[in-house]
Structure formats: C-alpha cells, structure tokens
C-alpha cells in the first residue's frame, strides 16, 4: 500500500536561459527568463523576454546606434530563387563563374558520379 502526500503547487521558478541572440552578436552571458502574459479576452498566452532585474529584456547588438528594424534587414538572408544539379565539374565552375552559389555535392546514381547542387540567391 503506498500513501501519496496532496500537496499545493509552489510557483513556477524562475529558469535563468542565456540570451542567444545577444550571444551570437557577441555579447555573452545576458540572462534572460520568460514570463508568461494571458490575454483575458480570448485567452491567449504569450511570452515575454525579461532580464534578471525584472525589466523588459532588450537585445544588444554589435553596434547599439542600429534600430531593431535597421537589424532585421542585416541579418536577413538573401533567399534562393534557383537550384540546379550538375555531373559535370566544368559546368559547375562555369556557374559558379556566372554568380551561382555551391551548396553541396553527393553520389547520387549507381555509378557513383557526384552531382554538385549549385544555388542562385535574390
């Protein structure tokens, strides 16, 4: 016979993560944690960024005078309009030659003859 102990529940902790975006733009060990936000009217929850003082969190960047809008378009990519596939290495250095981008190449038949993947960005 086992006995079980009803006990209250205690309020969530607050977990400490290190801010990943301030980290990849060279600003290590920004601690960051979660709050959770429910909206009353249609009950939907959402997340909030907050540092460990309490405040809202704010992510730094390499160069603060840049606004976040300024940011984004930074570190946009440019996206992939074309994909080609090529067996023959002449025709993949003459694209690469014309602007096209090496991805990757792999075996692809069974006579093992490697296909270099080429793409074209925006």
């Known amino acids: 016979m086992s006995t079980y102990n009803k006990a209250e529940a205690s309020q969530p902790q607050k977990k400490m993560h290190e801010c990943t ?7 290590p060990e920004q601690m960051i944690w979660f ?5 009353g009217y249609d009950d939907k929850i959402s997340w909030k960024l907050m540092d460990g ?3 809202d969190h704010v992510h730094k960047y390499g160069s603060q005078s840049t606004t ?3 940011m984004d378009q930074k ?6 309009i074309d994909i080609f596939a090529v067996n023959d290495i002449d025709a993949a250095r003459k694209l690469l030659q014309e602007g096209w981008e090496y991805k990757t190449s792999y075996p692809a038949t069974l006579e093992n003859i490697p296909h270099y993947i080429l793409v074209k960005r925006d």
Do not use: A, P
């Open 21 to 27: 975006r301030c980290k990849s733009s060279g600003f």
């Open 35 to 39: 709050k959770k936000i429910e909206n």
């Open 53 to 55: 003082n309490g405040l």
């Open 68 to 70: 976040k809008g300024e």
């Open 75 to 80: 570190i946009r990519r440019k996206k992939i």
